[in-house]
């Protein structure tokens, strides 16, 4: 069963950057897909960035495109998120989950995520 551990996170200030790291155990990342998603106090839970099972494909929500890069190292078998140019409105828990399909259709329960803050 693959199992996915989000971490990473903290307090940045605007204008900042993170990497955060989705580390998987129990089977290799090579048949996912690999989505993080994120969820701000009173907002939904929303899509960040997917990356097809062979690295090939990758896709961005608009408010990231352009600061935020995807990309997944088969031999760690761990997905990375480079978040760079951050905004306050970045602020949130950030998820890591598989899916079985490009774009990312989050698969099985939710982990307890990472947070980032970006603040001054």
């Known amino acids: 069963q693959l199992r996915l551990v989000e971490s990473g996170g903290g307090l940045v200030q605007p204008g900042g950057s993170l990497r955060l790291s989705c580390s998987a155990s129990?089977?290799?990342?090579?048949?996912?897909?690999i989505g993080w998603f994120r969820q701000a106090p009173g907002k939904e839970r929303e899509g960040v960035s997917c990356i097809s099972a062979n690295g090939g494909k990758t896709n961005y929500a608009d408010s990231v495109r352009g600061r935020f890069t995807i990309s997944v190292d088969n031999a760690e078998n761990t997905v990375y998120l480079q978040m760079n140019s951050l905004k306050p409105e970045d602020t949130a828990v950030y998820y890591c989950?598989?899916?079985?399909?490009?774009?990312?259709?989050?698969?099985?329960?939710w982990g307890q995520g990472t947070q980032v803050t970006v603040s001054s």
């Open positions: 129990g089977r290799t990342l090579d048949y996912y897909a």
């Open positions: 989950m598989p899916s079985l399909i490009y774009p990312c259709r989050p698969l099985g329960a």
